[in-house]
């Protein structure tokens, strides 16, 4: 959010104002397109410093005192405007850069209207009105695509920039959204470039533009930006840094000056978009207390552009969130809620409601009681020792058919199609999945539910994995687009006793115990399956021998000619094998992995678990 108090504000303004050279707008009388060529010979002519001199620039322009107030350089990529940034850049050469692997890097500089655009001539390739310093890899990442909406997302910066497909109308291919605290200031450098070079301008190609000189842009990329402009206003930094710019420049932004300008000269919001978004979809809940519930959905899509969604509970409005999860708080214990959301767009249009959810919330006391399966323990040991598992702590059984498991590589790209999941997970017990190539010594893929060579049991120590129910991210192992970096490469690690629920955000020393490399002996361990012998009932003595074997069993039941029935389960408690059997009985089960294997033999209302194992 903007870090604006009204003092202060006031006085921004004032100082801004009293550096706006007197009589410098006095021609702009007009309406329409006709006051956008009078601006555009107010500011146009400006003084060229040259593509090295935005840095010099940059060092007066672009330092961050207004979020972290360290000095530091504010680029639009990486900075958490309501946080600690992932990482600084501080002002001068060594930063800067024309290589790059991960975010964090280096800075370099950002055309907001690409190069390649303009054929890179001068002026405009050195106008710092609408190039700004920027961290190397997203600006690589943001590339020439446009500016605008993204539907389906396949790049995600540390700071919440978005890469995907366009949801802009009419517009099918790739585009760049930003966070929302720099919607306007890059609206505002889309209005000042049209209008300083208007006389060149129709003769630029780009999916933003209709090739006319005075409306310039197509009518779905114009009601983006207005909204933009409409819900993002002028920022105090905006105000500094057109007056540091028009110092080294001598032309300003009149878009930060005069905000009505944009209105006036293309009109507002609410003259065309009269179109709501759509329906948020797979609303679910993530976890939930006595007191409160948390929550996650799918994102809408909108003509113009989704500004918030509206979280409902029995048909009151709970709160109003910009993201895809929230959490309703000051709710009563042990009362069931009937939960909705819509989707809002900047001109007021709002979406029909998502599916309704019902959820109650704990009961005093039980807080900490999970509601969601989780990741509980993540082997990435030597060679091809990848293991995942899943914890069913909610108290019921769960069916799998709605989870997968998705891996993105090397920290960027988008997820991997899934690894889905099958079966029911009893409370108490643990899903396991494993590489087919295991070590017998780190686990057996006889006792696995799973054992696969998929893509997403091959991750390595860079590579984020993550949960999903019914498409939805509900839990992660790993920064998704953390880059190359290593987050836990020959390790096993596992999830801390006071984590009950899943989550989204991946913080290693809070949510998880580390462990040296092929450290196994927990995997699919307090299994609800007893592997000590335990008799359950008083059925008549057996003797199961030889046990171990190979897989060939001969079952003796003293004194008994009665038919009874074995069942037999793996640790996991899989059922592997069923039938009826007498006294004497041979049971072959060579087809079976070796490992180890509980076996239920039921005679009657009676009933004994032998623990048998087969080499």
């Known amino acids: 959010m903007k870090k604006l108090y009204s003092f202060l504000l006031l006085l921004f303004f004032s100082a801004n104002f009293a550096q706006i050279p007197s009589g410098y707008y006095s021609t702009a009388t007009g309406s329409s397109y006709t006051l956008k060529t009078q601006l555009y010979n107010i500011i146009k002519g400006h003084t060229n410093n040259g593509y090295a001199g935005l840095y010099t620039t940059y060092q007066t322009s672009d330092v961050d005192n207004f979020y972290e107030n360290d000095g530091t350089v504010l680029d639009m990529y990486s900075e958490n405007p309501s946080g600690t940034d992932p990482y600084n850049y501080s002002t001068g050469s060594t930063q800067r850069c024309g290589s790059y692997s991960v975010e ?8 907001i209207i690409p190069q390649s655009v303009f054929n890179e001539q001068s002026p405009m390739v050195a106008d710092a009105h609408f190039i700004t310093p920027t961290d190397g890899k997203v600006n690589g990442m943001r590339s020439n695509y446009p500016h605008g909406t993204v539907s389906s997302v396949t790049y995600t910066s540390q700071n919440g920039g978005k890469l995907g497909s366009s949801s802009v109308s009419g517009y099918s291919g790739t585009v760049f959204e930003p966070i929302n605290a720099f919607k306007g200031d890059i609206a505002r450098m889309y209005f000042y470039f049209v209008t300083r070079y208007e006389n060149t301008v129709s003769g630029y190609s780009y999916p933003m533009f209709d090739g006319s000189s005075n409306k310039v842009f197509t009518t779905a990329f114009l009601n983006v930006l207005l909204a933009w402009h409409a819900q993002d206003p002028v920022s105090t930094r905006e105000i500094v840094r057109n007056n540091a710019i028009y110092a080294r420049q001598n032309n300003r932004n009149p878009f930060i000056d005069h905000p009505e300008y944009v209105n006036q000269i293309w009109g507002g919001t609410s003259s065309g978009d009269t179109q709501a978004p759509t329906a948020p979809a797979s609303l679910a809940s993530t976890s939930k207390t006595a007191t409160s519930i ?26 109003t969130v910009t993201g895809l999860t929230a959490t309703i708080t000051g709710l009563t214990a042990s009362t069931s809620y009937s939960i909705y959301v819509k989707a809002k767009d900047a001109a007021g249009n709002t979406s029909a409601t998502s599916n309704t959810i019902s959820v109650i919330t704990n009961a005093n006391g039980t807080g900490g009681t999970a509601t969601e399966l989780l990741f509980s323990e993540y082997i990435e040991g030597s060679g091809n020792n990848k293991a995942l598992e899943i914890a069913n702590n909610t108290g019921n059984a769960v069916s799998l058919a709605a989870y997968t498991i998705k891996k993105q590589t090397n920290g960027a790209g988008s997820w991997s199609t899934g690894l889905a999941l099958s079966g029911t997970l009893n409370s108490g017990n643990k899903f396991v999945v494993v590489n087919s190539s295991i070590s017998s010594t780190c686990f057996s893929t006889g006792a696995a539910n799973i054992s696969t060579t998929a893509t997403e049991l091959t991750f390595n120590g860079n590579d984020a994995v993550g949960l999903f129910k019914n498409g939805v991210l509900i839990d992660i192992i790993g920064t998704f687009s953390g880059g190359t970096a290593n987050f836990a490469a020959d390790v096993t690690l596992r ?47 057996i003797i199961i021998y030889p046990n171990p074997s190979e897989g060939h069993f001969t ?41 180890i294997y509980i076996m239920s033999i039921s005679q009657g209302q009676q009933t004994i678990i032998k623990k048998i194992i087969i080499n």
């Open 104 to 111: 964090g890097d280096c800075y370099n500089r950002e055309h």
């Open 294 to 319: 948390t929550l996650t959905w799918n994102a809408s899509s909108d003509n113009v552009g989704v500004t918030g969604y509206n979280v409902y509970a029995n048909n009151t409005l709970k709160t």
């Open 495 to 541: 999830r801390k006793s006071t984590v009950t629920s899943p989550t989204t955000t991946f913080n290693l020393s809070s949510q998880w115990d580390s462990y040296t490399t092929d450290t196994c002996n927990n995997l699919a361990s307090k299994m609800a399956k007893p592997l000590e012998e335990e008799s359950i009932s008083q059925l008549e003595e």
């Open 555 to 595: 079952i003796q039941m003293k004194n008994s000619d009665e038919v009874s029935r074995i069942t037999i389960f793996s640790i996991l408690g899989q059922k592997v094998f069923e039938n009826e059997i007498s006294n004497l009985s041979t049971v072959t089960l060579d087809t079976i992995p070796k490992g």
